[in-house]
T-cell receptor, first 111, second 116 residues
Framework: LAKTTQPISMDSYEGQEVNITCSHNNIATNDYITWYQQFPSQGPRFIIQGYKTKVTNEVASLFIPADRKSSTLSLPRVSLSDTAVYYCLVGFTGTASKLTFGTGTRLQVTL | GAVVSQHPSRVICKSGTSVKIECRSLDFQATTMFWYRQFPKQSLMLMATSNEGSKATYEQGVEKDKFLINHASLTLSTLTVTSAHPEDSSFYIC????????????FGPGTRLTVT
């Protein structure tokens, strides 16, 4: 399983765009990149998944460069409720692969 | 869709007793379920992988005789913490993979276990 590296923490003001970058230098050809959000005392929640280039859904965008050795989760106009821990994971989507969680990024949004 | 529930959400038990935690996939069949443990301010640590109808696969360092896992149906997996001790107090989270979408895992809300 590819190891991921993320910043331990980030701070932002409400209304700003937040970009969290994750590096995964040994990502395999079949690996997808998935981001999860976790609030205290809750299970992680799926945010977005991608393989290459850019993926966008109603809550976030995921940017993946051509070499796929990193990815950036972009949260537009964050609010206080976006304060959470964000995890980047890589793995193969074809089978029920076990997930290895890294340290995650603790995002703190303030007024 | 893809909802996973856990029961109970919180449990307090005395040292030496056993506690069972249930994980259910409510609207899909899960051939594989995973159990994680999370200590305060730390990341999730995978404990075991549970496949329906077969024995669970435990991660290194996890005692299989202490953490009993049963996956009797495509919608239910249980984790039993036997002879619980205060150091077993933690947040236990399960996840389920939907058949055909292996890497999209859906997580339960977690169970807070406190052993006194």
């Amino acid at each position: 399983l590819a190891k991921t590296t993320q910043p331990i923490s980030m701070d932002s003001y409400e209304g700003q765009e937040v970009n969290i970058t994750c590096s995964h230098n040994n990502i395999a050809t079949n690996d997808y990149i998935t981001w999860y959000q976790q609030f205290p005392s809750q299970g992680p929640r799926f945010i977005i998944q991608g393989y290459k280039t850019k993926v966008t859904n109603e809550v976030a965008s995921l940017f993946i460069p051509a070499d796929r050795k990193s990815s950036t989760l972009s949260l537009p106009r964050v609010s206080l409720s976006d304060t959470a821990v964000y995890y980047c994971l890589v793995g193969f989507t074809g089978t029920a692969s076990k997930l290895t969680f890294g340290t995650g990024t603790r995002l703190q949004v303030t007024l | 869709g893809a909802v996973v529930s856990q029961h109970p959400s919180r449990v307090i038990c005395k040292s030496g007793t056993s506690v069972k935690i249930e994980c259910r996939s409510l609207d899909f069949q899960a051939t594989t379920m995973f159990w994680y443990r999370q200590f305060p301010k730390q990341s999730l640590m995978l404990m075991a992988t549970s496949n329906e109808g077969s024995k669970a696969t435990y991660e290194q360092g996890v005692e299989k005789d202490k953490f009993l896992i049963n996956h009797a149906s495509l919608t239910l997996s249980t984790l039993t913490v036997t002879s619980a001790h205060p150091e077993d107090s933690s947040f236990y989270i399960c996840s389920a993979s939907r058949q055909g979408k292996g890497y999209e895992q859906y997580f339960g809300p977690g169970t807070r276990l406190t052993v006194t």
